[in-house]
Nanobody, 128 residues
Framework: QVQLVESGGGLVQAGGSLRLSCAAS????????MGWFRQAPGKEREFVAA???????????NYADSVKGRFNIYRDNAKNTVALHMTSLKPEDSAVYYC??????????????????WGQGTQVTVSS
């Protein structure tokens, strides 16, 4: 059974940092696109970052404009994990953060529609 389990969420003050982790089990995701999305109350789930297996050669990271320069996504294939290091956090970053896996490495990595597996989410709250 394939599972993605997020951890690391919590309450942090504005300007602070958090590191989210997503542990995958049931299969290897070393050649899949791993993404992070977030959903705030009353809003649609939105793209945050993706770590893509680009043309079978190298990994490539992509970020939403709102987090570029503040967030960093990286993976550890030996541990089958992907992490999201978040710095300079703002109150508007508050949301439930979800990890997802796209086995097909779609070019539409920013769309929730292309992801095959999702975690249950972890809450991040940034106080002002």
């Amino acid at each position: 059974q394939v599972q993605l389990v997020e951890s690391g969420g919590g309450l942090v003050q504005a300007g602070g940092s958090l590191r989210l982790s997503c542990a995958a089990s049931g299969r290897s995701f070393s050649s899949a696109t791993m993404g992070w999305f977030r959903q705030a109350p009353g809003k649609e789930r939105e793209f945050v970052a993706a770590h893509r297996w680009n043309r079978g050669i190298v990994y490539r990271a992509n970020y939403a404009d709102s987090v570029k320069g503040r967030f960093n996504i990286y993976r550890d294939n030996a541990k089958n994990t992907v992490a999201l290091h978040m710095t300079s956090l703002k109150p508007e970053d508050s949301a439930v953060y979800y990890c997802a896996a796209d086995l097909g490495n779609s070019a539409d990595y920013y769309s929730t529609d292309v992801y095959d597996y999702w975690g249950q989410g972890t809450q991040v709250t940034v106080s002002s």
